[in-house]
């Protein structure tokens, strides 16, 4: 089955600096790579999400870039703000027919203001 | 956007007892929602596909006769730990698939359900 690794599993930022996230998966047939914010006792909540068919999907403040290849993707946040504190989670599943997602490890964000 | 609702939100019971959490899809048909369990400070991890009107596929190590999963209708599943003890103590979230013409889909969160068993 999938298998999805994330990096780092902590990470704290100066605000208004960006903050990368990192994923790596194992299944070559994976072909949809959502990203979820969670915050504390709350459900996660989709930011982005990127399928196989582009390398790359910005919205605002917010970047995913995929490499096929390499089997990797990342999560970019730039002038980053508290708000942005969060726990981060990347995901892998093929994309069609309600296929289930395999979450990664989750990344905790903290922006020092 | 599809809303997905559960219930009760958290739930306190003593070891042994059995609790049945419901997953609604408000404003959508749903004929496949999923289960997570999330312990503290950990990632989601998949306990169960509930497909509408079959059975339930269990993920690897998740024991069936103790989370009963039963999907009766397009916009309800529900999941019962039967039994339960202090370790199945965490937090359940389901989640619900909607499928988009044009072929990707989308999965949309309950609020999730917290669990304590004394």
């Known amino acids: 089955g999938e298998n999805v690794e994330q990096h780092p599993s902590t990470l704290s930022v100066q605000e208004g600096d960006s903050a990368v996230i990192k994923c790596t998966y194992s299944?070559?047939?994976?072909?949809?790579f959502p990203w979820y914010k969670q915050e504390l006792g709350k459900r996660p909540q989709l930011i982005i999400d990127?399928?196989?068919?582009?390398g790359e999907k910005k919205d605002q403040r917010i970047a995913v870039t995929l490499n096929k290849t390499a089997k990797h993707f990342s999560l970019h946040i730039t002038e980053t703000q508290p708000e942005d504190s969060a726990v981060y989670f990347c995901a892998a599943s093929k994309d069609f027919g309600n296929e289930k997602l395999t979450f990664g490890t989750g990344t905790r964000l903290t922006i020092i203001p | 956007g599809a809303v997905v609702s559960q219930h009760p939100s958290w739930v306190i019971c003593k070891s042994g007892t059995s609790v049945k959490i419901e997953c609604r899809s408000l404003?959508?048909?749903?004929?496949?929602m999923f289960w997570y369990r999330q312990f503290p400070k950990q990632s989601l991890m998949l306990m169960a596909t509930?497909?509408?009107?079959?059975?339930?596929?269990?993920e690897q190590g998740v024991e069936k006769d103790k989370f009963l999963i039963n999907h009766a209708s397009l916009t309800l599943s529900t999941l019962t730990v039967t039994s339960a003890h202090p370790e199945d103590s965490s937090f359940y979230i389901c989640?619900?698939?909607?499928?988009?013409?044009?072929?990707?889909?989308?999965?949309?969160f309950g609020p999730g359900t917290r669990l304590t068993v004394l």
């Open positions: 989640s619900a698939g909607l499928a988009y013409s044009g072929s990707y889909n989308e999965q949309f």
């Open positions: 404003d959508f048909q749903a004929t496949t």
């Open positions: 299944d070559s047939a994976s072909n949809y």
């Open positions: 509930s497909n509408e009107g079959s059975k339930a596929t269990y």
């Open positions: 990127i399928r196989s068919n582009v």
